[in-house]
């Protein structure tokens, strides 16, 4: 079980990564991985910080975020042997670091630039190139520095997709109980009741996550976060990835860089809680208030490209039991489905 040391949420926090760094052990090398955007925004701070401390870094800048610049930062780490590695950015960023120094057996360090997705305190990474579409185990941040200062000059969009991210544990935990009662597989309740928590936390608070208000940025993050600590805790993305990720990821082959990951996976969490007799009303509700898309049109898409989704949902992984394996949807019921939930 992987947990981080540390985790600081709060405005300004980037300020300590060099205390931080110092707490762990950290004091000589670093490598920060950084896109073109993030290292001005945020990368470039980490790196004067780090050096005005004695700590010798460098930044790589990733452009794609592919298994390439994966093995690319592979290559950099084996080249200058740093102690830590840097995750500066949003979520692709940050997960070409997490594979890379995981790969090579070093420390990371999560540093996000926006809360669009869980994957800023996960252990697991999602990069293109992989023989698969989902998310794969490679290791969980040492420490977490999440400055709400940055993260809030991100437009809106990004936080509410985080939200819609988080929203998707209610589904995603009935799907991993529904495994564990029809096929005997591990269910893991604390790790459940983590990741539940966290959906509860933002529903709860929903009317605070608008933009430019900090305390709701702080409740998403500090969900995000704790989803991040359920997966390290069952060893896999059970409780926060079921059916409504499935339905996402069809989604990216069908519709490739069509919309943010958690902005799929809220529309699919609607469709997904009225298969479990959930109340997709309430969460269809929470993803308006908080201005994250409820319905294909919202998220771009055509009724046959919601209807093919959700036929190629529980092909994507076989192994993965979840209720679209169990009902086995036909496509006029996947339509009929979509369109009571008003999904189409």
């Known amino acids: 079980m992987q947990l981080p040391r540390e985790v600081i949420v709060g405005e300004g926090v980037i300020e300590r990564v060099a205390e931080i760094s110092r707490r762990l052990g950290f004091t000589e090398s670093a490598l920060i991985i950084t896109g073109r955007k993030t290292h001005d925004v945020a990368g470039k701070i980490v790196e004067e910080i780090l050096e005005k401390e004695g700590v010798e870094a460098k930044t790589y800048i990733v452009e794609l975020a592919t298994i390439k610049d994966v093995e ?6 084996r080249t200058l042997k740093p102690q830590v590695v840097f995750g500066v950015g949003g979520g692709t960023k940050i997960d070409v670091a997490k594979l890379s120094s995981a790969r090579q057996k070093v420390p990371f360090i999560s540093v996000p630039t926006t809360a669009s997705h869980d994957g800023i305190a996960s252990p697991l990474s999602s990069v293109k190139g992989l023989e698969k579409p989902f998310s794969i185990m490679a290791q969980a941040p040492i420490a977490i520095i999440a400055d709400t200062k940055i993260i809030a000059q991100t437009p809106h969009r990004f936080i509410a997709s985080g939200c819609g991210d988080v929203i ?13 009662m029809d096929r005997n597989e591990y269910y893991g309740e604390y790790a459940a009741s983590l990741a539940l928590m966290s959906a509860r936390l933002v529903m709860r608070n929903a009317n605070l996550i608008k933009p430019q208000n900090d305390e709701g940025l702080r409740v998403l993050l500090e969900a995000l976060i704790s989803c991040g600590v359920a997966m390290s805790i069952a060893g896999s993305s059970r409780p926060c990835s079921g059916s409504e990720h499935l339905f996402s990821h069809a989604l990216d082959l069908i519709k490739p860089n069509n919309a943010l990951h958690g902005e799929q996976c809220g529309v699919g969490t609607i469709v997904m809680a009225y298969l479990h007799g959930e109340n997709w009303r309430r969460i269809k509700e929470t993803l308006r208030i908080v201005g994250a898309p409820t319905n294909a049109y919202e998220l771009g898409l055509s009724k046959e490209d ?34 009571i939930t008003g999904v189409i």
Do not use: G, Q
């Open 72 to 77: 690319a930062v592979e290559e950099r780490i």
């Open 306 to 339: 919601v209807v093919k989704a959700l036929l190629m949902a529980p092909s994507i992984r076989p192994e993965r039991y979840t209720i679209l394996n169990k009902l086995e949807l036909s496509p006029e019921e996947c339509e009929r489905i979509a369109k």
């Open 168 to 180: 998707a544990k209610f589904t995603a935990v009935r799907d991993w109980k529904l495994a564990h």
